[in-house]
């Protein structure tokens, strides 16, 4: 954040796209007194932006200093170049989640080039209409900014701007490890996920009934809107289809091995080979996962968890942690395993594992059903 | 349930196994007051085991009504077959998490067959040690039962009395539909977590920095043990070398689409080819999903999301779960998402869709910072 430059806030800005993301980011700005004008293509969605306090309707030849181009990732490119080409603003950031492909289209005349600078505020949500924007939704989250050398300070500057007036932290990356991160981290997530999740079309209904907690977490995120991934997707697809291969090309290899072991023919040495080949799959996969940041990031804490027992009556989580409060043990995150049908489940709560000990008897002594 | 034959109890029965399963089911069988005894080739599990009240040691010559059999997945058929041969137990069923196998090498004459019903208890949990061991481990799961056409009556109802002694409800499946149920709904999504969470291995620290929760939810289960789950995976290696398969040709066929698409010579036709393929893909993914039962599986209820900022101060859950409360509103699930670094986050409350008013209402009359 240091070698950013600092800017004085853009006497004027537009946002085009009053979708989820663009109205949000005007919301962010008109909360610090910024004067904002709003366009979008669809005059339901811009009136209803306009409406929630997000700024005024924009005269299209109206000049600003700066544009917020929250556009589909598609379309994003064009719009760019025509609001730098016609001289509308004196710089240009957009918030798709692709960079490279952009700053390539963008790039077409260095003068243009220099008045640009991409930018993509991870915050987990795409698209959503204007109704569902908040001035707070990229609070505490990643802002990623792709300056190139071509770059001028004033467009990195105003762009990183933005991103803390938005409550977000701004990270400088190129295009390309932007594109090649976000492919790994969240697109290939979600394919992997949507992959999963179809295997289960065809299955039939009583099957279902014997999928479990972990099964849930993998295809949660299934249930993303198909369109608006395939833009994403094809927006990034270079790295999008690399990391998808390489996926494929582990799963391949262990339904390889596993295909030539277990059968009536099978030798103890396919078995062996197999074992081998997922134990090393299952064992890259936890070296994997321990690379995640946590919480606490500089910590680097591992939690204990506390599973306990509770039924499906109102109230019963908030008594649990009520009991867990009293106690001075703070729970760091909990997850809720559902018995399908049943009117009790198991809530395990993660807490430091100093304060484990505690919680246990501290829940003991209330009566609760806790497992150590 | 109804057509499972009503069996005595038998008068003794041998758990062979004292891991985590085994000591579970021996200490469920303990609580109602069967005679147990215990056996395994580990001298201090077994110690331990009957420590902790999970039965008296077994005498290698003592002759059971029923044995269970709880140990590693690829030697159960021959410690089943054993136990038969040798006429120490006149019914056996054991709990390994693939059936077909298992079955095939018992079956290898039918008096030893009919005394022998295979079963899985579906319990999210295969290893521990009988320090984790809880009478209740398996209560409000399915127990899978796999009788065969040469099944007694006396070892079915055995091993349905067995699943219904520890609170678990039986389901009869054939072994070649358990089997394949469970390479698609366990064995497939470790698998797929598993080489997810492997991507991460070789990229920069910093990326690692933009991954959200999604990613957190599907990579969840990577942390599970590679030995373990290569014995599982080879002992049904055939059913989930196929789900494999099948995924990984899903995401192959997606992976070449995107490949043609996005780059500087890529066609629009491309890109239109390349986002039909990611959008089928993602729409199949939410088929898929839907398909997964909800808790309250009759009613295929969705829940409403009400997510609220919550800080990390100690008691701020439980405080937001007692105003919840109060507000009459049952949660029925919740989710803490991460801002990594950050010392606040989103607790996603889902609730009943008609119950979602009165608590957005409630919490933010509270000071709650509640998104609708």
């Known amino acids: 954040v240091t070698d950013l430059p600092d800017v004085d806030a853009p006497a004027s800005v537009l946002v085009l796209g009053a979708g989820l993301l663009g109205t949000s980011v005007a919301l962010a700005l008109r909360r610090l007194g910024s004067d904002v004008v709003l366009h979008d293509t669809d005059r339901s969605r811009l009136d209803t932006a306009s409406a929630l306090g997000a700024g005024?309707?924009?005269?299209?030849d109206e000049r600003v200093e700066l544009a917020v181009v929250a556009v589909p990732p598609l379309v994003t490119a064009a719009t760019v170049r025509s609001l730098i080409e016609r001289d509308l603003a004196t710089t240009v950031t957009d918030v798709a989640s692709a960079k490279a492909r952009p700053q390539r289209e963008v790039a077409t005349s260095s003068s243009v080039a220099a008045r640009y600078v991409g930018g993509h505020p991870v915050a987990g949500r795409e698209r959503g209409g204007p109704t569902s924007a908040r001035a707070d939704l990229f609070e505490g989250r990643p802002w990623v900014l792709t300056p190139t050398d071509e770059s001028?300070?004033?467009?990195?500057?105003?762009?990183?701007?933005?991103?803390?007036?938005?409550?977000?932290?701004a990270i400088v990356m190129t295009a390309a490890d932007h594109d090649a991160a976000l492919a790994r981290l969240s697109h290939l997530p979600q394919l992997v996920a949507s992959a999963l999740a179809a295997q289960l079309v065809g299955l039939p209904s009583a099957w279902l009934e014997l999928g479990g907690q972990g099964l849930r977490d993998v295809v949660r995120i299934a249930r993303s809107a198909p369109e608006?991934?395939?833009?994403?997707?094809?927006?990034?697809?270079?790295?999008?289809?690399?990391?998808?291969?390489?996926?494929?090309?582990?799963?391949?290899?262990a339904a390889a091995a596993l295909a030539a072991a277990g059968g009536v023919a099978a030798t103890a040495n396919a078995d062996e080979a197999a074992a081998a080949a997922v134990a090393g799959l299952v064992a890259a996969g936890n070296a994997g996962y321990e690379r995640l940041p946590t919480k606490h990031s500089a910590e680097h804490?591992?939690?204990?968890?506390?599973?306990?027992v509770v039924s499906d009556a109102p109230g019963e989580l908030a008594r649990l942690l009520t009991a867990a409060a009293e106690a001075a043990v703070n729970v760091e995150d909990l997850r809720v395993e559902h018995a399908p049908g049943q009117p009790m489940g198991v809530v395990e709560l993660l807490v430091r594992p100093e304060t484990a000990p505690t919680l246990v008897e501290a829940l003991t002594a209330k009566g609760w059903r806790v497992h150590s």
């Open 56 to 60: 005024r309707q924009w005269a299209a």
């Open 228 to 253: 608006l991934w395939a833009e994403i997707a094809v927006a990034n697809a270079t790295e999008v289809a690399s990391a998808l291969h390489a996926v494929a090309a582990d799963l391949t290899a």
């Open 301 to 308: 804490l591992r939690f204990a968890e506390v599973p306990v």
């Open 152 to 169: 001028s300070d004033l467009a990195l500057g105003r762009a990183a701007w933005v991103a803390q007036a938005c409550g977000a932290h």
